[in-house]
Nanobody, 117 residues
Framework: VQLVESGGGLVQPGGSLRLSCAAS????????MSWYRQPPGKERELVAS????????NYADSVKGRFTISRDNAKNTVILQMNSLKPEDTASYYC???????????WGQGTQVTVSS
């Protein structure tokens, strides 16, 4: 399993960013994909998940109405569109999946999002 995130950066409060995760090494269209984040000095937390077909999504309460997760199974890509960003959204963002009950969760290398004026 390989997951490569991109799209992070520095943005002002109220701004937007679009994170992308390119997946390979597994049958992408068969698995739930998730975005997690880890703010400085805090534990990693789930931000959003999307089912294998894209029809079902779940969001952390803190991002509902501002973030949208989507996927393109033809391109093996999962997207996190982040709007109305707040300073508290500052974190390293990770793409993740779990392809087997007997294997650990897989992670990308992460991409840094900093929301600051």
């Amino acid at each position: 399993v390989q997951l490569v995130e991109s799209g992070g950066g520095l943005v002002q409060p109220g701004g937007s960013l679009r994170l992308s995760c390119a997946a390979s090494g597994f049958t992408f269209s068969s698995y739930v994909m998730s975005w997690y984040r880890q703010p400085p000095g805090k534990e990693r937390e789930l931000v959003a998940s999307i089912g294998s077909t894209g029809r079902s999504t779940n969001y952390a309460d803190s991002v509902k109405g501002r973030f949208t997760i989507s996927r393109d199974n033809a391109k093996n890509t999962v997207i996190l569109q982040m709007n109305s960003l707040k300073p508290e959204d500052t974190a390293s963002y990770y793409c993740s999946t779990k392809v087997s009950a007997f294997s650990p969760r897989s992670w990308g290398q992460g991409t840094q999002v900093t929301v600051s004026s």
